[in-house]
Structure formats: structure tokens, C-alpha cells
């Protein structure tokens, strides 16, 4: 799939960073999956952005096809969560919460190994689970960002495969969670601190 960039005019906006990543686009309407509609604000809100910024997202997303016009909001397509990944939301919230808080706690322990090949430097919850309201949610995700405790070349393809193979016995068995290598955006947008 095509990597593409949702951009902000940095003349519309305050906020500090006018250029966006698809993909945290994308985490938005992956957390709408099962709303009937949403608004200016809700998209502002979870990507830390002014509305400015966020009134120049929407046309973007559906010239693409991945929201459409619902009343005086918007909601998401079956393209929109198609893109994003989203699933039907099936578990419990406060399931989900406390298998992110158990993740920390894992976290803390192999920060604390020292024979543990990597250090946990960020680690950051984000996604439906988040709202309050919601009875039922979809897998939270998980940017976790990695620092090598020896001399590694993080480009080589062995380097690459040893951290995937590190986060998913991170991840563990559990199913309430996507891990995935941590990207700026991640810290930028509405989540939780993982890390203490």
C-alpha cells in the first residue's frame, strides 16, 4: 500500500507541527470504528492539533473515501476503516486498561534486567480505549520505541528482525494490545504514558 501524508498549511495553524503522517490520521479513524458520527473537535482532540489544522484533514480523507458527510459530522467508511485497520469493537474497556497497565509492568521489569538486550526508552497506549463511554473496544495499540543495550546496526535486516522478535515477547500472548516500533506521531497524539 501507498504511503501517503496528510498535510496541514502551516499558515492555517498554531499547531508546531503542520505535516502529518498518514498514519496518525489513520489511528483517528481506526478509534471510530462503531461511532455513528464524529465531529471537528473529536479529531482535533485525539490528534493534539488545532481545529484549523484539522478542518484542512477532512477534505483530504474523503477526497480519498475514507469519511463522508454524516449530518453536521462525519463518519468513517468501510474504506476509512479499511485503512486504518480497525476491527468490530468486541472487548471490554476496562479489560483492555488493565492489560496496557500490565504491558508497563513489563516494561519496568526488562528495563530493570540488565541482561536484557534492549532498553524500553518510550512506550505509549492509544485508541479507542481511551473513551470513557465506550463499553466495547477494539485491541489498544502500542508504539514502543527500543535502544540497543550493545553495539547494533538498527538498519541491518538481523537487527530489525531481533527487535520485532523482542517486542512480540513483549507483547506476550495477549490479544488486548497491537506493539509496534514507536513513530514520532505516537507522542504527539492523544495516548497514554506507558513508561514511569
Excluded: C
Excluded at 478542518?55 to 468501510?78: A, N, V
Excluded at 485491541?139 to 512480540?168: C, M, W, Y
Aim: proline fraction near 5%; glycine fraction near 6%.
Amino acid at each position: 500500500m501507498k504511503r501517503t501524508k496528510v498535510v496541514a498549511s502551516p499558515r492555517a495553524t498554531q499547531d508546531p507541527s503542520p505535516s502529518m503522517p498518514a498514519a496518525a490520521a489513520f489511528s483517528f479513524l481506526k478509534q471510530t470504528r462503531g461511532i455513528d458520527s464524529w465531529g471537528l473537535s473529536d479529531l482535533a482532540k485525539a490528534l493534539k492539533i488545532t481545529a484549523a489544522a484539522a478542518k484542512q484533514i477532512l477534505p483530504l480523507l474523503e477526497l480519498q473515501g475514507y469519511i463522508k458527510r454524516q449530518g453536521s459530522g462525519w463518519s468513517t467508511t468501510p474504506q476509512g476503516e479499511e485503512v486504518s485497520g480497525s476491527t468490530m469493537p468486541r472487548l471490554k474497556r476496562e479489560t483492555v486498561h488493565r492489560a496496557t497497565k500490565e504491558l508497563a509492568k513489563r516494561i519496568k521489569v526488562v528495563n530493570e534486567d540488565s541482561k536484557a538486550n534492549y532498553l524500553v526508552t518510550e512506550a505509549v497506549a492509544f485508541g479507542d480505549f481511551m473513551n470513557e463511554a465506550a463499553a466495547r473496544v477494539q485491541a489498544a495499540d502500542v508504539g514502543i520505541r527500543l535502544q540497543a543495550r550493545r553495539e547494533a546496526n538498527p538498519k541491518s535486516a538481523k537487527e530489525q528482525h531481533e527487535e520485532q522478535a523482542f517486542l512480540t515477547r513483549l507483547r506476550g500472548r495477549s490479544a488486548m494490545f497491537n506493539v509496534r516500533p514507536f513513530e514520532d506521531w505516537m507522542g504527539r497524539r492523544s495516548h497514554i504514558q506507558l513508561l514511569e
